[in-house]
């Protein structure tokens, strides 16, 4: 697929805080990339910087065969994660005005906005003042505003915050579509399911550092072990000395074991020994969630991985 | 500059579809041709409460004849004239009874004794006195009359001294001309860009409103994703710019045919369109261009303006400084307060529209040195602003406070 977007090794000062140490990816037509990471790791910095909205220090953010400032911007929709609508004007007046500031022709402007408003449930909406609009119709109305002029490459910074499910999920499949369409897409979420089930692609940044890079699929297969969990009284000590284990989390009776890598997990059901209290017990993997989440808290599994087994 | 337009374009569709902006719109000049007719209006329903002072006159000279004409006009004094041959003994009792009532007694006592004798009843007001001095002429001419003067002496007598100045310039002539006419010739250019410059500083406050709106509202981001911070800055300046042009254009128009009925004689328009007016708009457009950028600027740095620190109150007061300049430099046009007003860019824009509205002679060396400061000022401005709304207008959920706005400008 070919190359859209292109960020390499871009760098960038606050004052003297460095908040981005050398950030490199790619994004490919018709893909869906998301982009992950605690609050404060850089993914708005970032974002940014790939918006033009401010510049790198150092390094390179090339779209198609442009680089910096030279980046034709209008051939990029954006969904800032602090976003919002004017307040005392019209729906449809807010969509044109934001598809003339990307030179998008006015009436075709005017039919994808009914159209869109149509498909997200707003239908009759477009002469509604945007005062009138709950906030789930304001986020509609605004995602309708960053795609409207067609985009080649769509960057949406927290789109599904503040969302009902039924929303979330709406949201999700027009996302997924354009994707379909050759859309490119860069995708920042906290909600990790959602991100598991649609991106192809992510990128895991904690601190203004890479953390993690590449398919869903590599992802899971390196990152996303299997775990046990066991409900019943059980000795810490007497965990840990079960074979294959990366690291145990005990909290009241309930016990996490985290299973090495390359765990046959039928043959390490067996080895449990008798003495074990168990009252419940299930085997599943790690959840991108959970990678989230310990890479937040910094519990790098990769180090655990060497640590506990001695 | 294209996307600039398409800002300015947004801002101003936007602002003049707003309700209150068409309220405010049609309400100023309303208000204004109110505050116009008030006092005529007040002083006139003042005058039927107190008006009608039945006046019995017994007038044995034949004054009454004289002051006819200056009663039915009622300029002056609202006397009901009745007249009468009773004595002052025999009034008395009347005027007991009848207290809004006067009399007035001229007989040939009073041409020798210059004493005109009078009574009022309770209710007459304590003008009457005054009042009376209309009689004055009318007396004084009957009382040389009496004395054998010739017509010709008596109008010598009559006529007041006039002063006139020895040099008989070009000047004194149209002077002595204006004061029979609109003593506002001179000054109509400025009055009129002045109510262009506060049209358009008002509308420029808007930009504050606007930019710190757009900060609330969080749509900065979204518009800065395909326009540069700068093209929304001169957007943002340029639209308000254009509403305040609306603005002054709806005002004139419904206030121009009060005037022109107002002041029925005068050529307003011809006092107008002269060369001087292109110039003083000039000096109400930078006026403009210098408080935009500062409100532009201030505005980014304020989300929340009811949480807004003195600093930014502060600034927002500049645009008035120079009414309270009014007095000294209406009093003196080249004191030195004036002088020193006209240097500081904050308030040369209005001292010189006022000073040029005064003054006969321009001061060029001191307009131009003025307007240089104001130009370096504007662009200074411009800059500082720039950098302030760039920065500014993505910080999200606080004010700035004075210190951190260094910050940003020295960065």
């Given at each position: 697929?070919?190359?859209?977007l292109?960020v390499s090794?871009?760098e960038?000062?606050?004052?003297?805080?460095?908040?981005?140490?050398?950030?490199s990816?790619?994004v490919?037509?018709?893909?869906?990339?998301?982009?992950?990471?605690?609050?404060g790791?850089g993914?708005?910095?970032?974002?940014?910087?790939?918006?033009?909205i401010m510049?790198p220090?150092?390094?390179n953010v090339?779209?198609h065969?442009h680089?910096?400032s030279?980046?034709p911007r209008?051939?990029?929709?954006?969904l800032p994660?602090?976003?919002g609508l004017?307040?005392?004007?019209?729906?449809?007046?807010v969509?044109?005005?934001?598809?003339s500031?990307?030179?998008?022709?006015?009436?075709?402007a005017?039919?994808r906005?009914?159209?869109y408003?149509?498909?997200?449930g707003?239908?009759g909406?477009e002469?509604?003042s945007?005062?009138e609009l709950?906030?789930?119709?304001?986020?509609?109305?605004?995602f309708?505003?960053?795609i409207?002029?067609?985009?080649?490459l769509l960057?949406?910074?927290?789109?599904?915050?503040?969302l009902?499910p039924v929303?979330q999920?709406?949201f999700?499949?027009?996302i997924?579509?354009l994707?379909k369409?050759?859309?490119?897409?860069?995708?920042?979420?906290h909600?990790?399911?959602?991100?598991?089930?649609?991106?192809d692609?992510?990128?895991?940044?904690?601190?203004?550092?890479?953390?993690i890079?590449?398919?869903?699929?590599e992802?899971k297969?390196?990152?996303?072990?299997?775990?046990?969990?066991i409900?019943?009284?059980?000795?810490?000590?007497?965990l840990e000395k079960?074979?294959?284990v990366?690291?145990?989390?005990?909290?009241?009776?309930?016990?996490?074991i985290y299973?090495?890598?390359?765990?046959?997990?039928?043959n390490?059901?067996?080895?449990?020994?008798?003495?074990?209290?168990?009252?419940e017990?299930?085997v599943?993997?790690?959840?991108?969630?959970e990678?989230?989440?310990?890479?937040?808290?910094?519990?790098?599994?990769?180090?655990e991985?060497g640590?506990s087994?001695? | 500059?294209?996307?600039?337009?398409?800002?300015a374009?947004?801002e101003?569709?936007r602002?003049a579809?707003?309700k209150?902006?068409?309220?405010?719109?049609?309400i100023t000049?309303l208000?204004?041709v109110?505050f116009?007719?008030?006092?005529?209006?007040?002083s006139?329903f003042?005058?039927?409460?107190?008006?009608e002072?039945?006046?019995?006159?017994?007038?044995?000279v034949g004054v009454f004849?004289?002051?006819q004409?200056m009663?039915?006009?009622?300029d002056f004094?609202?006397?009901?004239?009745?007249?009468t041959?009773?004595e002052p003994?025999?009034?008395q009792?009347?005027?007991?009874?009848?207290?809004?009532?006067?009399?007035?007694l001229i007989?040939?006592?009073?041409l020798?004794s210059?004493?005109?004798t009078?009574?009022?009843?309770?209710?007459?007001?304590?003008?009457f006195?005054n009042?009376?001095?209309?009689?004055?002429?009318p007396?004084?001419?009957?009382?040389?009359q009496?004395?054998?003067l010739?017509?010709?002496?008596m109008?010598?007598?009559?006529?007041?001294?006039?002063y006139?100045?020895?040099f008989e310039?070009?000047a004194?002539?149209t002077?002595a001309e204006?004061?029979?006419?609109?003593?506002?010739?001179q000054?109509?250019?400025?009055?009129?860009?002045?109510?262009?410059?506060f049209?358009?500083?008002?509308?420029?406050?808007?930009?504050f409103q606007s930019a710190?709106?757009e900060?609330k509202?969080k749509v900065?981001?979204?518009?800065l994703?395909?326009?540069?911070?700068?093209e929304?800055?001169?957007?943002k300046?340029l639209?308000?710019?254009?509403?305040?042009?609306l603005q002054?254009?709806?005002?004139?128009?419904?206030?121009?045919?009060?005037?022109?009925?107002k002041?029925?004689?005068?050529?307003?328009f011809?006092?107008?369109?002269?060369?001087?007016?292109?110039?003083?708009?000039?000096?109400?457009?930078?006026?403009?261009?210098?408080?935009?950028?500062?409100?532009?600027?201030?505005?980014?740095?304020?989300?929340?303006?009811?949480?807004s620190?003195n600093?930014?109150?502060?600034?927002?007061m500049?645009?008035?400084i120079?009414f309270f300049?009014?007095?000294?430099i209406?009093t003196?046009p080249?004191?030195?307060?004036a002088?020193?007003?006209?240097y500081?860019?904050?308030?040369?824009?209005?001292?010189?529209?006022?000073?040029?509205?005064?003054l006969?002679?321009?001061?060029?060396?001191?307009?131009?040195i003025?307007?240089?400061?104001?130009?370096?000022?504007i662009?200074?401005f411009?800059k500082?602003a720039?950098k302030?709304?760039?920065?500014?207008?993505?910080?999200?959920?606080?004010?700035?406070?004075p210190?951190?706005i260094?910050?940003?400008?020295?960065?």
């Amino acid at each position: 697929m070919e190359k859209v977007l292109s960020v390499s090794n871009i760098e960038k000062w606050f004052k003297k805080t460095k908040v981005l140490k050398g950030i490199s990816f790619d994004v490919h037509q018709g893909e869906i990339m998301a982009i992950l990471g605690p609050n404060g790791a850089g993914k708005s910095t970032t974002i940014r910087n790939i918006m033009g909205i401010m510049y790198p220090d150092k390094g390179n953010v090339t779209f198609h065969n442009h680089n910096g400032s030279e980046i034709p911007r209008h051939k990029i929709g954006y969904l800032p994660e602090e976003r919002g609508l004017y307040k005392n004007v019209k729906v449809m007046d807010v969509l044109l005005y934001f598809a003339s500031l990307k030179d998008y022709p006015k009436d075709k402007a005017k039919k994808r906005a009914i159209d869109y408003l149509e498909k997200l449930g707003l239908k009759g909406k477009e002469y509604a003042s945007v005062e009138e609009l709950s906030k789930g119709m304001g986020q509609k109305v605004q995602f309708i505003g960053s795609i409207i002029h067609e985009p080649e490459l769509l960057i949406l910074d927290e789109p599904f915050s503040g969302l009902d499910p039924v929303s979330q999920e709406i949201f999700k499949n027009e996302i997924k579509q354009l994707a379909k369409n050759g859309t490119a897409i860069l995708l920042s979420s906290h909600q990790m399911n959602l991100v598991e089930e649609m991106c192809d692609r992510l990128f895991m940044i904690n601190r203004g550092q890479k953390v993690i890079y590449g398919s869903m699929d590599e992802v899971k297969t390196e990152y996303a072990n299997f775990k046990c969990t066991i409900r019943g009284k059980n000795d810490l000590s007497v965990l840990e000395k079960l074979p294959a284990v990366t690291r145990v989390e005990q909290s009241d009776d309930i016990s996490i074991i985290y299973l090495t890598q390359d765990v046959q997990v039928t043959n390490w059901l067996k080895q449990l020994p008798d003495s074990l209290d168990v009252q419940e017990l299930s085997v599943d993997r790690v959840s991108l969630h959970e990678i989230f989440v310990d890479i937040a808290t910094d519990k790098n599994l990769a180090e655990e991985v060497g640590g506990s087994n001695a | 500059m294209r996307n600039s337009m398409k800002v300015a374009n947004w801002e101003f569709k936007r602002n003049a579809r707003n309700k209150s902006f068409i309220i405010s719109l049609f309400i100023t000049p309303l208000l204004f041709v109110i505050f116009a007719m008030a006092p005529t209006f007040l002083s006139n329903f003042g005058d039927d409460e107190d008006s009608e002072t039945t006046v019995y006159l017994n007038d044995e000279v034949g004054v009454f004849e004289a002051i006819q004409p200056m009663l039915e006009d009622r300029d002056f004094v609202s006397w009901d004239v009745v007249e009468t041959s009773d004595e002052p003994e025999q009034m008395q009792e009347q005027l007991n009874e009848e207290e809004k009532a006067a009399y007035v007694l001229i007989n040939q006592e009073t041409l020798e004794s210059g004493t005109v004798t009078y009574m009022v009843g309770d209710d007459v007001h304590d003008d009457f006195e005054n009042e009376l001095t209309i009689l004055q002429q009318p007396i004084k001419q009957a009382q040389l009359q009496v004395a054998g003067l010739s017509s010709d002496q008596m109008q010598l007598v009559q006529s007041p001294i006039d002063y006139q100045l020895a040099f008989e310039g070009e000047a004194s002539e149209t002077e002595a001309e204006e004061t029979g006419g609109f003593p506002f010739e001179q000054a109509l250019p400025s009055i009129f860009a002045g109510i262009f410059l506060f049209s358009i500083v008002i509308s420029g406050m808007m930009i504050f409103q606007s930019a710190s709106q757009e900060k609330k509202d969080k749509v900065a981001e979204i518009i800065l994703s395909s326009v540069t911070a700068v093209e929304l800055m001169q957007g943002k300046i340029l639209g308000y710019f254009s509403l305040g042009i609306l603005q002054v254009t709806v005002w004139l128009t419904l206030v121009a045919p009060f005037a022109v009925w107002k002041l029925e004689d005068v050529p307003l328009f011809e006092y107008l369109f002269v060369p001087e007016t292109l110039m003083l708009l000039v000096i109400a457009i930078l006026g403009y261009l210098l408080f935009a950028a500062l409100f532009v600027g201030l505005g980014a740095t304020i989300e929340d303006y009811s949480t807004s620190g003195n600093f930014q109150g502060m600034v927002m007061m500049l645009p008035f400084i120079p009414f309270f300049l009014v007095g000294p430099i209406f009093t003196n046009p080249s004191g030195i307060i004036a002088q020193v007003a006209t240097y500081i860019p904050f308030t040369s824009p209005a001292v010189l529209l006022m000073r040029l509205a005064v003054l006969d002679e321009w001061p060029w060396v001191e307009i131009l040195i003025g307007l240089a400061i104001l130009i370096v000022s504007i662009w200074i401005f411009m800059k500082l602003a720039g950098k302030i709304f760039q920065v500014g207008i993505l910080i999200y959920g606080k004010n700035a406070t004075p210190q951190e706005i260094w910050k940003w400008l020295r960065a």
